[in-house]
């Protein structure tokens, strides 16, 4: 099987290809040839280095999306987006990249579909972000779509399009709404959402982090392993259930900031906890106060998307998968 | 006021600049320039001669959008667009008009904003067919829009367009979602919701009109006049209420077809009822069986949007509007 991936270098593509590599029968398939996209290079996986093509371009950029799909690949993970706070600083680039290049992505299957039949299965990374306040306790899988962001708006209209597209036989599509990635790998970010983050990975590093929001606040997670579990679930699942309604609420855990807390003392002991410094920004509480808290993501779990149980989970996987299994 | 009008040689666009031309305090506005803009030459009503442009040209070609928007109208009716049959069977062409108008419309009065500071309120017709079966009994205000046709698709993409552009400051955006409008004057047309208007124009006019469906067929309506009605209260109305949510359920009147045709009966008699012929079509009913039957318009309505309450209402407008008080 041909597999492409946009987006290929972020965090998200990085740990999906890793898995693909490493275990391709969860995405219930055998990878004959992998194409991966981003706009800087994206890494190769040592075992997949005689069957990768990684390919540097912008696919909003005129004819780049009919070159990479005039591979037919028969498997497409479309991951490429400018993040949030980018796309709400910069609107045009955000619509470009985030918009536009999503349609010139599905537009260049559907030529590739006229000139000869083609029906790829494509997947996409939705977010939240299409949901936007006031909401009910729990957003439930009826709950409409509201952005209150660039962002979220060009995921919303993406959403639209694969549905559409799917309706017409263009690809057999599916959006996946992520919830908040956590823990994320790597150095702090300034991504608004850093510091659920941050408060965990750091001390688990030894390290001191801050923690800008009362212990109150509620949000919502998945860790990098149950989110690329999602794509290979999606992956290889029975579409035909679906029908026309193509985006899913991916389940997750609700957890309070304190409960994120108090798992990390379970499993790390009061010293880490103790590196958490509370340094409140109001900046930070607004952005935070509008969004998501809470789903009842009802229809992906009853399609078999599983997400973690506890933050203490949560907390062990990333120890688990970036840590080598031992904390500082 | 310099008013601007695209779709300005439809049913809807006719009605509207007629009223705009009769009646212009309905819209708390006076007109001091007019520009009508559609593919096909748009009429002017007479009294507005002196002050009316019509232009005639396609929003998304190269240009065009910035020109009409130059002249810097402070209120602007986008109504341009291809009907739902023909946007699903020609693909390009719906998504050309109904997707890339609207946006070329309002990147046009960004582009403009940025410039010199600028900020018109836009009121945009949407649809209903931004829903998609299976529904609730009644569609609520926070349903979610699941379109099952290329047009709805376009129409609901367009209204998170227009909420985001609005949250930014581009424009003050309004999104109505129309009823099916009814009893649209003039000769029958092919759309599949034709004969809602056919079976109670052609008998009012003496004629025989075909009844494909079953009398238990449900259905949301609004004469022409409340239609033109939601676009004149939209465009007086204090918009700071609405917050980020712009797109609107306009209300309506849900009506069974047994419904219409009593209706019928009582203000025009058992003779003009005879001329309802029933033959049933499959392909027909098929089409209507996923349309939306009933809807809890409840935001809008509370807002000041008023429909007819009852079918007795719609057909006597029909009568005072199309057949100078007359039927025959």
Redo the contacts between chains.
Sequence with gaps: MHVLVTGAGGMVGRKLVARLAAEPALFGTEVEKLTLVDVVEPPVPPSLQNMATALTLDLAAEGEADRIISGRPDLVFHLAAIVSGEAETD?DKGYAINLDGGRSLFDAI?REGIREPYCPRLIFASSIAVF?RPFPEKIGD???????T?YG?QK??CE??L??YT??GIFDGIGLRLPTVCIRPGRPNKAASGFFSNIMREPLNGEEAILPVEDNVRHWFASPRATVGFFAHAARMDTSVLG??RALTMPGLSALVAEQIEALRRIAGEKTVALIRREPDPDIRKIVAGWPRDFDARRASELGFEAERSFEDIIRIHIEDELEGASA
Tied chains: 1, 2.
Excluded: C, N, Q, V
């Design positions: 609107f559907r936007g009826e709950f409409f779509t509201t952005p209150l660039s708006t919303a209209i639209l399009l549905s559409d309706r017409k026309a309604r």
